[in-house]
């Protein structure tokens, strides 16, 4: 089963614009991650926020992450084409446990 | 090789047949992950080994599903008495830290389909 839930499922913006995806999780966590997939190929790790931490900053992205409301969000700010993609959030509950739980996505097409 | 290579990149076969999928990690990388992604959702566990060792595989979905990694470098995942629901495009990881410090580096997937 699957833990995280992003949304939106697909959102559609101009280039240039910024993007923001949320992610809602069930369960307490270690650390919360966000990969990217184009369309066919694998999974590229963005950024990992640590349950500590409530956010992060990597170039163009910013991570949020609220514990107590069991949410994180990913905001890409002046998007490009080529961020055409689909956003995965991925939990880890860490306690032993090396199980990295992924949410469906959001599918992020940035027109140009 | 710089990053983790999955092969065949594609395999068709019939309900019913025997099916191997390769994984090689990359170099060092002691932690290995198998993960299964259907059209349109994320990916979802299979199996974890540290070493040689599956030290969780609590997402195999039952017995047909079986993975080594006998030399603690290359996997492989078999899959006996394919069937229909077995497709999907099967993705491996390999991580130097592990998921609690870490990220996971992924292939680009073995897409299998079962007529």
């Known amino acids: 089963s699957q833990q995280g839930e992003e949304d939106p499922q697909a959102l559609s913006i101009q280039e240039g614009e910024n993007a923001t995806m949320n992610c809602s999780y069930k369960t307490s966590i270690n650390n919360l991650q966000w990969y990217r997939q184009n369309s066919g190929r694998g999974l590229v790790h963005l950024i990992l926020?640590?349950?500590?931490?409530r956010e992060k900053h990597s170039g163009r992205l910013r991570v949020t992450l609220d514990t107590s409301k069991k949410s994180s969000s990913l905001l890409i700010t002046a998007s490009r084409a080529a961020d055409t993609a689909s956003y995965f959030c991925a939990t880890a509950g860490g306690g032993g446990s090396e199980k990295l739980v992924f949410g469906k996505g959001t599918k992020l097409t940035v027109n140009p | 090789g710089a990053g983790v290579s999955q092969t065949p990149s594609n395999k068709v076969t019939e309900k019913g047949k025997y099916v191997e999928l390769r994984c090689d990690p990359i170099?060092?990388?002691?932690?290995l992950y198998w993960y299964r992604q259907s059209l349109g959702q994320g990916p979802e566990f299979l199996i974890y080994?540290?070493?040689?060792?599956?030290?969780?595989d609590s997402g195999l979905p039952n017995d047909r599903f079986f993975a080594v990694r006998p030399e603690g470098s290359v996997s492989t995942l078999k899959i006996q008495r394919t069937e229909r629901g077995d497709s999907a495009v099967y993705l491996c990881?390999?991580?130097?830290?592990?998921?609690?410090?870490?990220?996971?580096?992924f292939g680009e997937g073995s897409r299998l389909t079962v007529l």
């Open positions: 080994f540290q070493g040689t060792g599956a030290a969780d």
């Open positions: 926020i640590r349950s500590n931490e």
């Open positions: 990881a390999s991580s130097l830290t592990g998921t609690s410090t870490g990220e996971l580096f």
């Open positions: 170099s060092g990388h002691t932690a």
